[in-house]
């Protein structure tokens, strides 16, 4: 039989997992270990993740879990606010394109599983990319485009953060862009879906020099994952 704290701690996975905020809410209220509490709500989301992946649930009931996830994480920095040692990323829409709900789906997975997140919507431009980066001293810029004609800006958006902050990772995703025109780009990583997207992005970061990733939102197809493909070791000057 469960004791009080396991079956807290599988309430918690279940609520994620069910998209459950009042099961949620129960849970919380037996004052839960928060990092254990993390664990259990990273465990429902991977349930989740497995199960879009198998095509056994839609980008919308997804979308649902990771709302009560977002949850979840909100109640756990409230009781321990102490994430500022988490990696901080800048994400959004490149202008001229102003279709984000792959970006929402990206910014709430990454959310969810402890990243601090900057959301700086749709529509914006490359120097406003490079600033917010700047400003929030952070090791990601995570830039999304469904459109073809923004693409230009795009790649503006990245020429200059490598000029002036070659030490941050830049994703790139979205309905107009595949690993080549990634590549292409100068981008650390493309993304092809959501469902990935925490560990390649922890690869990204970890790994060093990468090939692109395909990890990203593609949410007019079926979602899949691929893994990321380190690159050889840059040869020394």
Same mark, same amino acid.
């Given at each position: #039989?469960?004791?009080?704290?396991?079956?807290?701690?599988?309430?918690?996975?279940?609520? &994620?997992?069910?998209?459950?905020?009042?099961? !949620?809410?129960?849970?919380?209220? *037996?004052?839960?270990?928060?990092?254990?509490?993390?664990?259990?709500?990273?465990?429902?989301?991977?349930? @989740?993740?497995?199960?879009?992946?198998?095509?056994?649930?839609?980008?919308?009931?997804?979308? !649902?879990?990771?709302?009560? #996830?977002?949850?979840?994480? =909100?109640? %756990?920095?409230?009781?321990?606010?102490?994430?500022?040692?988490?990696?901080? &990323?800048? %994400?959004? @829409?490149?202008?001229?394109?102003?279709?984000?709900?792959?970006?929402? %789906?990206?910014?709430?997975?990454?959310?969810?599983?402890?990243?601090?997140?900057?959301? !700086?919507? =749709?529509?914006?431009?490359?120097?406003?990319?490079?600033?917010?980066?700047?400003?929030?001293?952070?090791? @990601?810029?995570?830039?999304?485009? #469904?459109?073809?004609?923004?693409?230009?800006?795009?790649?503006?958006?990245?020429? %200059?953060?490598? *000029?002036?902050?070659?030490?941050?990772?830049?994703?790139?995703?979205?309905?107009?862009?595949?690993?080549?025109?990634?590549? *292409? #780009?100068?981008?650390?990583?493309?993304?092809?879906?959501?469902?990935? @997207?925490?560990?390649?992005?922890?690869?990204?970061?970890?790994?060093?020099?990468?090939?692109?990733?395909?990890?990203?939102?593609?949410?007019?197809?079926?979602?899949?994952?691929?893994?990321?493909?380190?690159?050889?070791?840059?040869?020394?000057?």
């Amino acid at each position: #039989m469960k004791t009080n704290q396991e079956k807290t701690y599988t309430d918690l996975q279940q609520a &994620v997992f069910g998209a459950d905020m009042d099961l !949620l809410a129960a849970a919380f209220e *037996n004052s839960p270990d928060p990092r254990q509490a993390l664990e259990a709500l990273t465990r429902g989301l991977d349930a @989740v993740r497995k199960k879009l992946g198998d095509y056994r649930s839609s980008v919308a009931e997804f979308l !649902l879990c990771v709302d009560v #996830m977002r949850a979840g994480l =909100r109640k %756990i920095k409230d009781a321990c606010p102490k994430d500022g040692d988490m990696p901080v &990323v800048v %994400i959004g @829409v490149v202008r001229g394109d102003v279709h984000d709900l792959g970006k929402n %789906i990206v910014a709430g997975v990454l959310e969810a599983y402890g990243y601090r997140v900057v959301d !700086l919507g =749709r529509d914006v431009a490359p120097l406003e990319f490079v600033e917010a980066v700047e400003k929030q001293g952070a090791s @990601v810029l995570a830039l999304s485009a #469904m459109m073809s004609t923004p693409l230009a800006d795009m790649a503006r958006t990245i020429e %200059i953060c490598k *000029n002036r902050l070659p030490h941050v990772k830049v994703l790139v995703g979205g309905a107009a862009l595949d690993q080549d025109a990634a590549q *292409n #780009m100068g981008a650390d990583g493309y993304a092809e879906s959501a469902v990935g @997207v925490p560990g390649s992005l922890k690869s990204v970061m970890t790994a060093g020099k990468t090939r692109a990733s395909r990890v990203f939102v593609d949410y007019d197809k079926k979602l899949r994952v691929e893994e990321l493909e380190a690159a050889s070791p840059p040869e020394q000057e």
